[in-house]
C-alpha cells in the first residue's frame, strides 16, 4: 500500500488537472459570449414586437382608453415572441405621456452558458412611442392652372378634332378672325374635353377618395386656388368636402398665367406644416404646365421660377406638383414665337419647385387621371412614425 507522502509528492496526471482547470474560465468566456449574441438578437426582436404593437396602438381611431390599448398591445407581444420560446414576457405598460402613447415590455431570456457564471437568464426591457391621435388632420390646398394654354383639348382625338374645326388644338381663344364663336364653344359644342374639364374631374375624384376614407375621429380640410393673371379664391379651406366639390365649378378658363401674382397669396394661405395629429398634415399640390406668360406675347414668356416655391418647402409642407406637359405645336406661330424657345426648361424647372420624390407628370387624359391616383396614393402612405 503506498503512503499517503506519496500522494502528496506525485505528479502524475497534472496536466490534466491543469488543463481542465484553465479551460473552465475559457469555456465561460466562450459561452458569455455566445449569449451575449443570443441576447442581442432576443433584444431586437423584443423592440421589433414593441415597436409594432405600439405603432398599432397609435393607429387606433376608435378613442380606445389606455387599458384597452395595453390589452391589445400586450397580444401582440406575445404573439411575436411566442415563436422565440426562450424569452418570457413579464410585463406589459401602456401610458399616454405628453399626448404620446409610451409601451414599456419587460421581459427574460434564458442563457445557455450563463449557468456557469450563476446567470441562467437575462432581463430585457424596452419602449417605444408614438403621438397619440385624436384622428387624422389633414389639410389638401390645390393650386390650379386656368391660363389659356390649360385650354388644350385633352387628349389626342381632341385635338385633332378640334384642329380640323377650328384650325387650333386650343380651346382658350375668344373669336377671331371672323369667327362668331370661340374655340371652347366649339369644343363644348363638339364634346371635345379640355385639361380644364379633365382637372375637374380629377380634383373632384381625389375629394370623393377622402369622403370615402374619413373615419369620424379624421378632420380634412380642402382648399382650391386657381389662378391666370390674378390669383384666385374658388374654395376657402372648408371640412365641407362636398361642398368644395361643387365649389369646382368655379374652376373655368382664364387669360394669361401669373406664377408670380398666384404664390406669394398661396404661400400665405397654406402656412407651417403640422403633424397631422395636434395640428394639420399639409399638402400643397400645383397643377400647371409650367410656362409663366406675359401679354406682350412675343418673346414675353418664360419657365416657371422655381424660387417661388422656396416659401412652402421652408414651412416644412410637402409640395407636390403635377405637370401637365405643353404639347409641342412646331407648326403653329405663336408657338414657335413663345413657349418653343423655352420649352426644355419646364420640365426642370417644375421639377425643382416639388419636394424631393413628389414630382408628377401627364400629358393627356388617362395619364393625369392616374397622376392623381398616384399623388392620393402617396398621401395616403404618409403614415405613422415612431418617435421614441
Known amino acids: 500500500m503506498k503512503k499517503l507522502s506519496h500522494f502528496a509528492t506525485s ?32 433584444r ?24 384597452t390599448l395595453r390589452t391589445g398591445a400586450e397580444s401582440m407581444v406575445r404573439t411575436a415572441l411566442a415563436r422565440r420560446p426562450g424569452t418570457t414576457v413579464r410585463s406589459v405598460t401602456l401610458s399616454t405621456v405628453n399626448n404620446q402613447i409610451v409601451l414599456r415590455v419587460a421581459a427574460t431570456s434564458k442563457t445557455m452558458f450563463g449557468g456557469l457564471l450563476g446567470r441562467s437568464e437575462v432581463d430585457l426591457a424596452t ?25 388644350l383639348a385633352a387628349t389626342t382625338a381632341g385635338r385633332d378634332k378640334l384642329i380640323r374645326l377650328v384650325g387650333c388644338a386650343f380651346a382658350c381663344h375668344d373669336p377671331e378672325g371672323g369667327q362668331k364663336k ?36 379624421d378632420t380634412f380640410r380642402v382648399a382650391i386656388d386657381t389662378f391666370d393673371d390674378a390669383p384666385h379664391r374658388s374654395v376657402p379651406l372648408t371640412t365641407d368636402l362636398v361642398t368644395a366639390k361643387s365649389f369646382l365649378t368655379n374652376y373655368q378658363l382664364g387669360y394669361n ?6 404664390m406669394p397669396t398661396y404661400n400665405f394661405d397654406v402656412g407651417s406644416q403640422g403633424d397631422g395629429h395636434a395640428t394639420p398634415e399639409k399638402f400643397a399640390i400645383i397643377v400647371s404646365d409650367g410656362v409663366q406668360g406675359r401679354r406682350d406675347r412675343v418673346g414675353g414668356f418664360k419657365p416657371f421660377d422655381a424660387r417661388l416655391c422656396d416659401t412652402i418647402k421652408g414651412q416644412r409642407v410637402t ?12 407648326t403653329e406661330p405663336a408657338y414657335q414665337q413663345t413657349v418653343q424657345p ?34 392620393d396614393r402617396a398621401i395616403q ?8
Open 342 to 375: 423655352i420649352q426644355n426648361q419646364l420640365e426642370p424647372a417644375l421639377k425643382a419647385c416639388a419636394s424631393p420624390g413628389w414630382y408628377f407628370s401627364a400629358t393627356d387624359k388617362t395619364e393625369i387621371m392616374a397622376a392623381f391616383d398616384a399623388i
Open 44 to 67: 431586437a426582436s423584443l423592440q421589433a414586437a414593441t415597436d409594432a404593437a405600439v405603432l398599432a396602438a397609435g393607429l387606433d381611431l376608435t378613442g380606445a382608453s389606455d387599458a
Open 11 to 42: 505528479r502524475s496526471g497534472s496536466a490534466a488537472v491543469i488543463f481542465s482547470l484553465a479551460a473552465l474560465p475559457a469555456l465561460a468566456m466562450l459561452g458569455a459570449g455566445v449569449d451575449y449574441g443570443r441576447m442581442l438578437n432576443e
Open 127 to 151: 419602449t417605444a412611442a408614438v403621438p397619440k391621435r385624436s384622428g387624422k388632420k389633414q389639410d389638401l390646398y390645390f393650386l390650379l392652372d386656368r391660363s389659356a394654354s390649360m385650354g
Open 257 to 262: 398665367t401669373s406664377f408670380s401674382g398666384a
Open 381 to 388: 402612405t404618409s403614415k405613422l412614425h415612431l418617435s421614441k
Open 182 to 217: 370661340s374655340n371652347l364653344q366649339v369644343a363644348q359644342e363638339n364634346g371635345v374635353q379640355t385639361r380644364v374639364d379633365v382637372l375637374r374631374d380629377a380634383v373632384g375624384g381625389m375629394i370623393d377618395k377622402m369622403i370615402a376614407r374619413k373615419s369620424p375621429l
Open 319 to 330: 409640395l407636390i406638383v403635377l405637370n401637365t406637359k405643353y404639347i409641342p405645336m412646331p
